[in-house]
């Protein structure tokens, strides 16, 4: 048998449909109703108890002692979520609330066990506030069983646990933290030693070359210049100073000598000439005040007043006699006062010369320590670099162990940030499963759906020519006239088949079914 296939069908099409099958419809809608009604009471009755917990913010703000757990709350929870639905620790809630005195085996504690953790659910609560710094405010713990006063208990015992595990966890972290922050100190404080016995051992051999004496050392050697200048003009000073004591003392020593033969005038007169000429030359680097001039001007006179008295006394004397006059014993004071010069001009050069070679030697020291600055800096720059970072780690380590410390006091005083029951668990008076309201709406919503999809499949199978378009689709031809039936025809046929077969009579087509 040949199917017609069919057209493209309209919104009018489908108000048809519901039109000519409505009683359909409505019934499978009204009995739809006490089906889902009926089929909830399959179901066994399920009773969800609830409670609410509350996140309390920590007593001692953050800026004062920060806190250890540096997990957030959510991880945290999540976390503790999975340490109580774990076996063992159901397992202690089903000895706890009685759950297992009826469970005879092994498999039916482990069913047990398993149907808990579908029970169990930890939702969070939003926060009313996107801007909220917190995460969340709080969650729920909501256990669903068959027996309600079973629920609460349950409920009471897994909120007890979240709150008895998050202390716990905050004291361990605390606690874990501190001691490893301990640990680190410790070795942070053998490298601060490390670096500090280095940085001293450091400055004890390169002690006045360290970046902080260059200052010190260019003004040493500047100071040391200028005292070695000093030194070598006294040097040279005392050397000329010698030398002329030396030229004295030689003429005074040759005066002195040709004297000691006799009183001969023309000796005298050449010593005094010599004196004049020492004089002059005293002239020439001294004023007239400096006492080696005073006292030449003075041993000139004396000198003149002997010769004066030479004179006279020759006049009155013999020459015999006065060649007979006994001759000096001892050195005339004028060539011990050169010989005295002499020495204490050696003993000056000695000095001198001795304060040369010690600024020499100490020039020498600050120089090579100036020309040593730069590596010695960089090298003390380098340890320095170490001590610091080193001191600095360990200061940190430091801080943070206290404030850890701190965090572990607050959390055994409950200072800490702590989970706080603000509604207890409830004991359900209805049950949270089966919603037999729903079922029912269900069930009509099932019943709207099988009746519309049942009106559907059978307009599809109905090959009818009801209208113009269903004509000219399932013939493909134009239609020249529509007649309506009338009288009989239209009691003992539907209005599609006298269309049907006056449309198939005027063109001489047969259809077939």
Not at 288 to 303: E, G, T
Request: glycine residues 6%.
């Amino acid at each position: 048998m040949e199917t017609r296939p069919q057209r493209e069908l309209t919104p009018a099409d489908y108000l048809a449909m519901f039109r000519r099958r409505w009683v359909l419809i409505l019934i499978l809608a009204i009995i739809g109703p006490p089906v889902g009604y009926g089929i909830s009471h399959l179901f066994p009755n399920r009773y969800k108890s609830e409670t609410l917990v509350l996140i309390e913010p920590p007593h001692v703000s953050n800026d004062l002692v920060p806190q250890v757990d540096i997990t957030s709350l959510g991880q945290r929870l999540a976390s503790m979520q999975q340490q109580i639905l774990s076996r063992s620790r159901l397992e202690q809630i089903v000895h706890q609330t009685g759950l297992g005195s009826d469970q005879g085996n092994k498999e039916s504690g482990e069913k047990l066990i398993d149907q808990l953790q579908d029970a169990i659910d930890v939702t969070a609560v939003r926060p009313m506030l996107e801007s909220s710094a917190r995460e969340m405010p709080g969650f729920f713990v909501s256990v669903t069983l068959r027996d309600p006063a079973t629920a609460q208990k349950v409920c009471t015992a897994v909120t007890s646990l979240f709150i008895q595990e998050n202390s716990r966890i905050q004291q361990e972290h605390a606690e874990q933290t501190t001691e490893f922050l301990s640990s680190q100190l410790t070795q942070a404080k053998a490298d601060l030693d490390a670096q500090d016995a280095k940085l001293a051992a450091f400055k004890s051999r390169y002690i006045g070359s360290l970046p902080d004496d260059e200052q010190t050392n260019f003004n040493l050697l500047t100071s040391l210049t200028s005292q070695l200048d000093a030194a070598n003009q006294a040097l040279a000073r005392a050397q000329q100073d010698k030398s002329f004591a030396e030229s004295m003392l030689t003429q005074q020593v040759a005066t002195w000598q040709a004297s000691q033969n006799g009183q001969n005038p023309d000796a005298l007169e050449n010593q005094l000439a010599a004196m004049q000429t020492q004089l002059a030359n005293l002239r020439l680097r001294y004023t007239d005040d400096y006492p080696d001039v005073i006292k030449a001007k003075n041993d000139i006179a004396q000198l003149q007043r002997r010769i004066a008295e030479v004179a006279n006394t020759k006049d009155a004397k013999n020459p015999a006699e006065v060649t007979k006059t006994p001759k000096s014993s001892g050195e005339p004071p004028q060539i011990t006062e050169w010989r005295t010069q002499i020495h204490t001009a050696d003993e000056l050069i000695a000095e001198k010369t001795k304060e040369q070679a010690t600024i020499k030697k100490q020039i020498e020291t600050y120089q090579s320590r100036v020309q040593g600055s730069p590596v010695v800096e960089e090298q003390y720059k380098e340890l320095t670099r170490g001590y610091q970072t080193a001191l600095e780690s360990y200061n940190d380590l430091l801080k943070k162990r206290s404030e850890s410390a701190m965090s572990g006091e607050l959390s055994r005083e409950q200072q800490t940030e702590q989970f706080a029951v603000l509604d207890p668990a409830n004991l359900p008076d209805k049950p949270s499963f089966p919603k037999r309201p729903l079922f029912a709406l269900g069930g009509l919503v099932g019943g709207l759906a099988l009746g519309c999809g049942i009106t559907l499949l059978l307009e599809l199978q109905d090959t009818s020519l009801r209208t113009e378009r269903d004509v000219e689709y399932g013939l493909q031809l134009p239609v020249l006239a529509m007649v309506p039936a009338i009288g009989p025809l239209a009691s003992n046929k539907p209005n599609g088949s006298a269309v049907r077969s006056l449309a198939d009579s005027s063109l001489g087509l047969h259809t077939g079914d």
